[in-house]
Protein backbone atom coordinates (compact mmCIF):
# COMPACT_ATOMS: atom_id res chain seq x y z
CA UNK A 1 0.00 0.00 0.00
CA UNK A 2 1.51 3.91 -0.49
CA UNK A 3 3.42 5.13 2.08
CA UNK A 4 2.66 8.94 2.80
CA UNK A 5 5.19 10.80 3.83
CA UNK A 6 4.21 13.64 6.55
CA UNK A 7 5.41 16.47 7.67
CA UNK A 8 7.91 15.86 10.70
CA UNK A 9 7.91 17.53 13.95
CA UNK A 10 11.58 18.85 14.55
CA UNK A 11 10.91 19.72 18.11
CA UNK A 12 8.34 19.20 20.75
CA UNK A 13 7.06 22.24 20.28
CA UNK A 14 6.97 22.60 16.64
CA UNK A 15 3.34 23.28 14.87
CA UNK A 16 4.29 24.03 11.49
CA UNK A 17 6.80 24.83 9.11
CA UNK A 18 8.24 25.69 5.64
CA UNK A 19 8.84 23.63 2.77
CA UNK A 20 12.25 25.19 1.58
CA UNK A 21 13.16 22.14 -0.70
CA UNK A 22 12.63 18.89 -2.16
CA UNK A 23 16.35 17.40 -3.02
CA UNK A 24 14.44 14.29 -4.79
CA UNK A 25 12.33 14.16 -7.40
CA UNK A 26 8.78 12.15 -8.68
CA UNK A 27 10.33 8.95 -9.52
CA UNK A 28 13.60 8.75 -7.09
CA UNK A 29 14.48 5.78 -5.47
CA UNK A 30 15.09 6.42 -1.98
CA UNK A 31 16.47 4.19 1.14
CA UNK A 32 15.66 4.61 4.88
CA UNK A 33 18.00 7.54 5.67
CA UNK A 34 18.38 9.59 2.42
CA UNK A 35 18.17 13.39 2.73
CA UNK A 36 14.52 13.85 1.23
CA UNK A 37 14.07 17.67 2.04
CA UNK A 38 14.67 20.92 3.56
CA UNK A 39 12.37 22.24 6.54
CA UNK A 40 12.48 26.26 7.60
CA UNK A 41 11.27 26.33 11.60
CA UNK A 42 11.02 29.60 13.15
CA UNK A 43 14.70 29.75 13.77
CA UNK A 44 16.53 26.89 11.53
CA UNK A 45 16.73 25.43 8.58
CA UNK A 46 16.96 21.32 9.15
CA UNK A 47 17.26 18.17 6.42
CA UNK A 48 14.25 15.49 6.64
CA UNK A 49 15.66 11.84 6.34
CA UNK A 50 13.15 9.04 4.98
CA UNK A 51 12.17 6.58 7.05
CA UNK A 52 11.08 4.02 4.58
CA UNK A 53 12.04 2.69 1.20
CA UNK A 54 10.51 2.72 -1.91
CA UNK A 55 9.80 5.19 -4.87
CA UNK A 56 8.51 9.04 -4.99
CA UNK A 57 5.46 8.33 -6.05
CA UNK A 58 3.83 12.37 -5.77
CA UNK A 59 4.79 15.24 -4.27
CA UNK A 60 1.86 16.52 -2.89
CA UNK A 61 3.44 20.09 -1.48
CA UNK A 62 6.02 21.58 -3.82
CA UNK A 63 9.34 23.80 -2.25
CA UNK A 64 8.59 26.81 -1.11
CA UNK A 65 5.57 26.36 0.61
CA UNK A 66 4.87 27.80 3.74
CA UNK A 67 3.40 27.19 6.81
CA UNK A 68 2.67 23.46 6.42
CA UNK A 69 1.28 21.65 9.89
CA UNK A 70 2.91 19.03 11.19
CA UNK A 71 1.79 15.99 10.45
CA UNK A 72 0.19 17.45 6.83
CA UNK A 73 0.83 15.13 3.73
CA UNK A 74 3.65 16.67 1.75
CA UNK A 75 4.44 13.35 -0.55
CA UNK A 76 3.68 9.81 -1.53
CA UNK A 77 6.03 6.84 -1.38
CA UNK A 78 5.17 3.49 -3.32
CA UNK A 79 6.52 0.72 -1.65
CA UNK A 80 9.00 -1.63 -3.46
CA UNK A 81 7.11 -3.98 -6.30
CA UNK A 82 3.98 -1.26 -5.85
CA UNK A 83 2.47 0.13 -8.99
CA UNK A 84 4.03 4.17 -8.81
CA UNK A 85 0.89 5.49 -10.82
CA UNK A 86 -1.68 3.32 -8.57
CA UNK A 87 0.40 4.60 -5.22
CA UNK A 88 0.16 8.42 -6.90
CA UNK A 89 -3.70 8.07 -7.37
CA UNK A 90 -4.57 5.85 -4.31
CA UNK A 91 -2.84 7.83 -1.64
CA UNK A 92 -2.86 10.22 0.96
CA UNK A 93 -6.77 10.06 1.87
CA UNK A 94 -7.58 11.29 4.91
CA UNK A 95 -4.28 12.79 5.51
CA UNK A 96 -4.21 16.22 7.09
CA UNK A 97 -4.10 19.15 4.72
CA UNK A 98 -1.09 21.07 4.03
CA UNK A 99 -1.54 25.00 4.53
CA UNK A 100 -2.52 27.03 1.25
CA UNK A 101 0.72 29.21 -1.04
CA UNK A 102 1.23 31.93 0.88
CA UNK A 103 0.58 35.63 -0.38
CA UNK A 104 3.28 37.86 -1.20
CA UNK A 105 4.25 40.64 1.19
CA UNK A 106 3.85 44.40 0.50
CA UNK A 107 7.20 46.22 -0.18
CA UNK A 108 8.28 47.52 2.95
CA UNK A 109 10.72 50.56 3.42
CA UNK A 110 14.23 50.50 3.01
CA UNK A 111 14.71 50.88 7.38
CA UNK A 112 12.50 47.60 7.95
CA UNK A 113 13.05 45.00 5.20
CA UNK A 114 10.37 42.82 4.69
CA UNK A 115 10.25 39.20 4.27
CA UNK A 116 9.31 37.92 0.70
CA UNK A 117 6.14 36.13 2.07
CA UNK A 118 4.08 35.43 5.16
CA UNK A 119 2.58 32.08 6.39
CA UNK A 120 -0.82 31.45 5.19
CA UNK A 121 -3.62 29.61 7.75
CA UNK A 122 -4.02 26.15 7.12
CA UNK A 123 -7.55 25.87 4.87
CA UNK A 124 -9.09 23.36 7.92
CA UNK A 125 -7.55 22.45 11.15
CA UNK A 126 -5.24 19.54 10.66
CA UNK A 127 -7.01 15.89 11.70
CA UNK A 128 -4.70 13.58 13.04
CA UNK A 129 -2.55 11.52 11.27
CA UNK A 130 -4.57 7.82 10.74
CA UNK A 131 -1.50 6.23 11.78
CA UNK A 132 -1.03 8.53 15.09
CA UNK A 133 -1.46 6.30 18.44
CA UNK A 134 -3.39 7.26 21.56
CA UNK A 135 -1.80 9.40 24.00
CA UNK A 136 0.12 7.87 27.20
CA UNK A 137 -1.83 8.11 30.34
CA UNK A 138 0.44 10.57 32.19
CA UNK A 139 -0.15 13.22 29.18
CA UNK A 140 3.07 13.67 27.41
CA UNK A 141 3.12 13.24 24.04
CA UNK A 142 4.83 10.53 22.62
CA UNK A 143 6.93 10.95 19.68
CA UNK A 144 7.30 8.45 16.54
CA UNK A 145 8.77 7.80 13.22
CA UNK A 146 5.58 7.66 10.71
CA UNK A 147 7.45 3.99 10.10
CA UNK A 148 7.25 3.41 13.42
CA UNK A 149 3.06 4.08 14.08
CA UNK A 150 2.24 2.20 11.23
CA UNK A 151 4.04 -0.94 12.24
CA UNK A 152 2.52 -0.43 16.25
CA UNK A 153 -0.83 -0.11 14.39
CA UNK A 154 -0.12 -3.19 12.54
CA UNK A 155 0.84 -4.99 15.62
CA UNK A 156 -2.12 -3.98 17.41
CA UNK A 157 0.48 -2.68 20.01
CA UNK A 158 0.71 0.61 22.55
CA UNK A 159 3.71 2.74 20.62
CA UNK A 160 3.40 5.09 24.07
CA UNK A 161 4.76 1.99 26.01
CA UNK A 162 7.72 1.97 23.94
CA UNK A 163 11.05 3.18 24.76
CA UNK A 164 12.56 4.81 21.68
CA UNK A 165 15.98 5.15 21.33
CA UNK A 166 16.17 7.83 18.80
CA UNK A 167 17.16 11.51 18.87
CA UNK A 168 15.50 13.06 21.43
CA UNK A 169 13.88 9.76 23.33
CA UNK A 170 11.78 9.21 19.32
CA UNK A 171 10.22 5.59 18.57
CA UNK A 172 11.72 4.15 15.56
CA UNK A 173 11.29 0.93 13.44
CA UNK A 174 13.95 -1.10 15.35
CA UNK A 175 12.02 0.10 18.66
CA UNK A 176 8.71 -1.59 17.75
CA UNK A 177 10.39 -4.72 16.39
CA UNK A 178 12.11 -5.39 19.75
CA UNK A 179 9.15 -4.91 21.47
CA UNK A 180 6.96 -7.12 19.31
CA UNK A 181 9.92 -10.11 19.23
CA UNK A 182 10.19 -9.45 23.41
CA UNK A 183 6.69 -9.40 24.20
CA UNK A 184 7.33 -6.38 25.92
CA UNK A 185 4.97 -3.37 24.72
CA UNK A 186 1.30 -3.15 25.80
CA UNK A 187 -1.66 -3.73 23.35
CA UNK A 188 -3.03 -0.22 22.33
CA UNK A 189 -5.75 0.38 24.13
CA UNK A 190 -9.20 1.19 23.12
CA UNK A 191 -10.54 4.69 22.37
CA UNK A 192 -11.19 6.80 25.37
CA UNK A 193 -14.62 8.50 25.67
CA UNK A 194 -14.59 12.07 24.67
CA UNK A 195 -13.87 14.21 27.58
CA UNK A 196 -16.78 16.39 29.26
CA UNK A 197 -16.58 19.84 28.40
CA UNK A 198 -15.46 22.19 31.73
CA UNK A 199 -18.28 24.14 33.07
CA UNK A 200 -16.58 27.42 32.69
CA UNK A 201 -13.65 27.71 30.44
CA UNK A 202 -10.32 29.72 31.12
CA UNK A 203 -10.44 33.69 29.71
CA UNK A 204 -8.92 33.91 26.54
CA UNK A 205 -5.93 35.59 26.59
CA UNK A 206 -5.43 39.12 25.71
CA UNK A 207 -4.82 40.47 22.17
CA UNK A 208 -2.94 43.39 20.59
CA UNK A 209 -5.40 45.96 19.19
CA UNK A 210 -6.41 44.58 15.47
CA UNK A 211 -5.08 45.73 12.40
CA UNK A 212 -8.07 47.66 11.30
CA UNK A 213 -7.89 49.76 14.68
CA UNK A 214 -4.39 50.37 14.33
CA UNK A 215 -4.73 51.94 10.69
CA UNK A 216 -7.24 54.29 11.81
CA UNK A 217 -4.85 55.90 13.76
CA UNK A 218 -2.46 56.71 10.88
CA UNK A 219 -2.84 58.98 7.56
CA UNK A 220 -3.71 56.70 4.82
CA UNK A 221 -0.13 56.21 2.79
CA UNK A 222 1.93 57.36 5.56
CA UNK A 223 2.68 53.72 6.41
CA UNK A 224 3.70 50.41 4.77
CA UNK A 225 3.21 46.63 6.30
CA UNK A 226 5.48 44.22 6.84
CA UNK A 227 4.04 40.84 7.56
CA UNK A 228 4.92 38.66 10.51
CA UNK A 229 7.53 36.05 9.84
CA UNK A 230 7.49 32.59 11.98
CA UNK A 231 10.33 33.99 13.75
CA UNK A 232 8.58 37.04 14.84
CA UNK A 233 5.49 35.65 15.77
CA UNK A 234 7.11 32.69 18.05
CA UNK A 235 8.88 35.53 19.89
CA UNK A 236 5.79 37.63 20.59
CA UNK A 237 4.07 34.32 21.79
CA UNK A 238 6.63 33.38 23.74
CA UNK A 239 7.31 36.97 25.71
CA UNK A 240 3.93 37.53 25.97
CA UNK A 241 3.54 34.05 27.68
CA UNK A 242 6.46 35.15 30.26
CA UNK A 243 4.94 38.19 31.10
CA UNK A 244 1.56 36.98 31.80
CA UNK A 245 2.75 33.83 33.49
CA UNK A 246 5.55 34.43 35.76
CA UNK A 247 5.96 36.97 38.32
CA UNK A 248 9.56 39.01 37.68
CA UNK A 249 11.63 40.28 40.19
CA UNK A 250 14.64 42.34 39.35
CA UNK A 251 18.23 42.78 41.38
CA UNK A 252 21.23 45.30 40.08
CA UNK A 253 24.47 45.34 40.71
CA UNK A 254 28.05 47.21 39.55
CA UNK A 255 30.99 45.16 39.07
CA UNK A 256 34.66 46.69 38.60
CA UNK A 257 36.16 45.15 35.34
CA UNK A 258 39.62 45.97 35.55
CA UNK A 259 40.79 42.49 37.13
CA UNK A 260 38.94 40.76 34.40
CA UNK A 261 40.15 42.92 31.58
CA UNK A 262 44.01 42.26 32.25
CA UNK A 263 43.19 38.73 33.02
CA UNK A 264 41.97 38.66 29.16
CA UNK A 265 44.60 40.48 28.10
CA UNK A 266 46.70 38.19 29.27
CA UNK A 267 45.31 34.87 28.21
CA UNK A 268 44.20 36.17 25.10
CA UNK A 269 47.81 37.33 24.63
CA UNK A 270 49.34 33.52 25.24
CA UNK A 271 47.02 31.82 22.93
CA UNK A 272 48.98 29.18 21.10
CA UNK A 273 49.10 29.84 16.89
CA UNK A 274 48.88 27.80 14.28
CA UNK A 275 51.20 27.72 11.56
CA UNK A 276 49.12 30.53 10.23
CA UNK A 277 49.29 33.01 13.38
CA UNK A 278 45.57 32.16 14.25
CA UNK A 279 45.14 31.81 17.45
CA UNK A 280 43.58 28.87 19.07
CA UNK A 281 41.10 31.38 20.89
CA UNK A 282 39.71 35.12 21.69
CA UNK A 283 38.36 35.50 24.63
CA UNK A 284 35.52 37.96 24.67
CA UNK A 285 33.81 39.92 28.07
CA UNK A 286 30.94 37.82 27.35
CA UNK A 287 32.60 34.51 27.51
CA UNK A 288 33.63 35.36 31.00
CA UNK A 289 30.21 36.64 31.70
CA UNK A 290 28.97 32.83 30.84
CA UNK A 291 31.77 31.28 32.87
CA UNK A 292 31.12 33.27 35.77
CA UNK A 293 27.62 33.19 35.85
CA UNK A 294 27.27 29.10 35.74
CA UNK A 295 30.04 28.79 38.38
CA UNK A 296 27.92 31.09 40.18
CA UNK A 297 24.88 28.84 40.18
CA UNK A 298 27.39 25.81 40.68
CA UNK A 299 27.45 27.91 44.03
CA UNK A 300 24.06 28.58 44.72
CA UNK A 301 22.02 25.82 43.41
CA UNK A 302 18.94 26.60 44.75
CA UNK A 303 19.13 29.74 41.87
CA UNK A 304 19.37 26.65 39.32
CA UNK A 305 15.83 25.63 39.22
CA UNK A 306 12.66 25.74 37.34
CA UNK A 307 9.32 26.07 38.54
CA UNK A 308 6.50 23.75 37.78
CA UNK A 309 2.98 23.59 39.24
CA UNK A 310 3.89 20.35 40.92
CA UNK A 311 7.81 20.76 41.96
CA UNK A 312 10.51 22.50 41.68
CA UNK A 313 13.10 21.00 38.27
CA UNK A 314 16.79 21.63 40.42
CA UNK A 315 19.16 21.34 37.82
CA UNK A 316 22.52 19.33 38.31
CA UNK A 317 24.34 21.76 35.53
CA UNK A 318 24.41 25.33 34.43
CA UNK A 319 23.17 25.19 30.97
CA UNK A 320 23.80 28.90 30.17
CA UNK A 321 21.55 30.10 26.86
CA UNK A 322 23.01 33.65 24.96
CA UNK A 323 21.00 35.53 22.84
CA UNK A 324 22.22 36.12 19.80
CA UNK A 325 20.74 38.55 17.14
CA UNK A 326 20.03 38.12 14.05
CA UNK A 327 17.71 39.21 10.72
CA UNK A 328 14.41 39.64 12.02
CA UNK A 329 14.84 38.64 15.49
CA UNK A 330 17.43 36.83 18.14
CA UNK A 331 17.88 33.05 19.14
CA UNK A 332 19.47 31.62 22.24
CA UNK A 333 22.00 29.02 21.94
CA UNK A 334 23.16 26.84 24.82
CA UNK A 335 26.59 27.06 26.36
CA UNK A 336 25.94 23.12 28.08
CA UNK A 337 27.51 22.22 31.52
CA UNK A 338 29.57 25.86 31.02
CA UNK A 339 30.89 25.39 34.88
CA UNK A 340 32.98 22.71 33.51
CA UNK A 341 34.00 23.91 30.26
CA UNK A 342 37.16 26.03 29.54
CA UNK A 343 37.05 30.11 28.98
CA UNK A 344 38.54 29.05 25.45
CA UNK A 345 36.26 26.04 24.93
CA UNK A 346 33.30 28.09 25.62
CA UNK A 347 34.74 30.69 23.43
CA UNK A 348 35.29 28.58 20.17
CA UNK A 349 31.48 27.45 20.82
CA UNK A 350 29.67 30.39 21.21
CA UNK A 351 31.86 31.40 17.64
CA UNK A 352 30.18 28.57 15.96
CA UNK A 353 27.00 28.99 17.28
CA UNK A 354 27.16 32.74 16.71
CA UNK A 355 27.87 32.15 12.74
CA UNK A 356 25.42 29.26 11.99
CA UNK A 357 22.58 31.01 14.17
CA UNK A 358 23.10 33.84 11.65
CA UNK A 359 22.53 31.31 8.98
CA UNK A 360 19.50 29.48 10.75
CA UNK A 361 21.85 26.34 10.79
CA UNK A 362 21.75 25.74 14.62
CA UNK A 363 19.93 22.05 15.16
CA UNK A 364 16.56 22.36 18.02
CA UNK A 365 18.69 20.97 20.57
CA UNK A 366 21.48 23.46 20.44
CA UNK A 367 19.08 26.13 21.32
CA UNK A 368 16.57 24.65 23.09
CA UNK A 369 15.84 24.26 26.49
CA UNK A 370 18.91 25.59 29.18
CA UNK A 371 18.52 26.56 32.62
CA UNK A 372 19.79 30.20 32.34
CA UNK A 373 20.26 33.32 29.96
CA UNK A 374 22.87 36.25 29.64
CA UNK A 375 21.81 38.66 27.33
CA UNK A 376 24.36 41.04 26.47
CA UNK A 377 23.65 44.64 24.93
CA UNK A 378 26.93 46.16 25.91
CA UNK A 379 28.59 46.12 22.80
CA UNK A 380 25.36 48.37 21.76
CA UNK A 381 26.66 51.18 24.29
CA UNK A 382 23.39 50.48 26.18
CA UNK A 383 24.40 51.41 30.23
CA UNK A 384 21.47 48.73 31.89
CA UNK A 385 18.52 47.28 31.17
CA UNK A 386 16.42 44.66 32.49
CA UNK A 387 15.91 41.22 30.36
CA UNK A 388 12.64 39.17 30.19
CA UNK A 389 12.46 35.59 31.52
CA UNK A 390 12.53 32.80 28.92
CA UNK A 391 10.87 29.99 30.74
CA UNK A 392 11.18 27.35 31.43
CA UNK A 393 14.27 29.54 32.90
CA UNK A 394 13.68 31.10 36.34
CA UNK A 395 16.89 33.44 35.91
CA UNK A 396 18.45 36.09 32.99
CA UNK A 397 21.03 37.90 33.01
CA UNK A 398 21.16 41.27 31.81
CA UNK A 399 24.69 42.90 30.89
CA UNK A 400 25.27 46.15 29.97
CA UNK A 401 28.18 48.42 29.17
CA UNK A 402 31.59 48.50 30.67
CA UNK A 403 32.42 52.33 31.27
CA UNK A 404 35.19 54.01 33.53
CA UNK A 405 33.57 55.13 36.44
CA UNK A 406 34.43 57.48 39.18
CA UNK A 407 33.96 55.58 42.29
CA UNK A 408 35.27 55.78 46.14
CA UNK A 409 37.55 53.51 47.55
CA UNK A 410 38.98 53.90 50.95
CA UNK A 411 37.54 57.49 51.17
CA UNK A 412 39.16 58.40 48.03
CA UNK A 413 37.76 58.91 44.58
CA UNK A 414 39.30 56.91 41.80
CA UNK A 415 38.38 55.91 38.05
CA UNK A 416 37.56 52.18 37.52
CA UNK A 417 35.45 50.26 34.60
CA UNK A 418 32.42 49.12 35.89
CA UNK A 419 30.01 47.08 34.42
CA UNK A 420 25.94 46.97 35.66
CA UNK A 421 24.68 43.82 35.41
CA UNK A 422 20.21 42.95 36.03
CA UNK A 423 19.13 39.33 37.38
CA UNK A 424 15.45 38.86 36.35
CA UNK A 425 14.28 36.36 38.54
CA UNK A 426 11.03 34.01 37.93
CA UNK A 427 9.69 35.13 41.42
CA UNK A 428 8.10 31.52 41.98
CA UNK A 429 11.18 30.32 41.91
CA UNK A 430 14.33 32.71 43.00
CA UNK A 431 12.79 35.35 45.50
CA UNK A 432 14.76 38.56 46.21
CA UNK A 433 17.18 36.95 49.15
CA UNK A 434 18.41 34.10 47.11
CA UNK A 435 18.34 36.26 43.33
CA UNK A 436 20.96 38.64 45.56
CA UNK A 437 23.07 35.43 46.83
CA UNK A 438 23.64 34.55 43.04
CA UNK A 439 24.35 38.08 42.16
CA UNK A 440 27.03 38.39 44.68
CA UNK A 441 28.56 35.07 43.46
CA UNK A 442 28.50 36.46 40.17
CA UNK A 443 30.08 39.72 41.13
CA UNK A 444 33.10 38.13 42.88
CA UNK A 445 34.18 36.34 39.81
CA UNK A 446 33.94 38.84 37.90
CA UNK A 447 35.84 41.09 40.25
CA UNK A 448 38.28 38.34 40.78
CA UNK A 449 38.08 36.21 38.12
CA UNK A 450 41.21 34.00 38.23
CA UNK A 451 38.36 32.04 40.60
CA UNK A 452 37.72 31.01 37.37
CA UNK A 453 40.59 29.15 36.02
CA UNK A 454 40.83 27.35 38.97
Not at 229 to 252: C, N, W
Amino acid sequence: MPINITMPALSPTMEEGNLAKWLVKEGDKIKSGDVIAEIETDKATMEVEAVDEGTVAKIVVPAGTEGVKVNALIAVLAADGEDVAAAASGAGAGAAPAAKEAPKAETASAAAPAPASVSAPAAAPAPAPVASAPAANDGHRTFASPLARRLAKEAGIDVTAVSGTGPHGRVVKKDIEAAVSGGTAKAAPAAAPAAQPIAAAAPAAPKGMSEDAVLKLFEQGSYELVPHDGMRKTIAKRLQESKQTIPHFYVSVDCELDALLALRTQLNDSAPKSKDGVPAYKLSVNDMVIKALALALRDVPDANVSWTDSAMVKHKHADVGVAVSIPGGLITPIIRSAEQKTLSTISNEMKDYGKRAKERKLKPEEYQGGTTAVSNMGMMGVKNFAAVVNPPHATILAVGAGEQRVIVKKGEMVIANVMTVTLSTDHRAVDGALGAELLAAFKGYIENPMGMLV
